[in-house]
């Protein structure tokens, strides 16, 4: 979508793939992986 567009449709977004936690031990399904996973921190939202 550019700036000239002027259209009134709504975004629509797909589910999370997972809304559980992942943990060391597998605790809630899913264990963590070497290397896989990144912590990404944006401070502008409040």
Do not use: Q
Request: glycine content about 8%; aromatic content about 6%.
């Amino acid at each position: 979508m550019n700036a000239v567009d002027t259209s009134t449709e709504e975004l629509k977004r797909t589910p999370a793939a997972f809304t559980d936690r992942v943990t060391a031990g597998g605790r809630f399904g899913r264990r963590t992986e070497s290397g896989r996973y990144r912590l990404l921190v944006n401070r502008v939202c409040p």
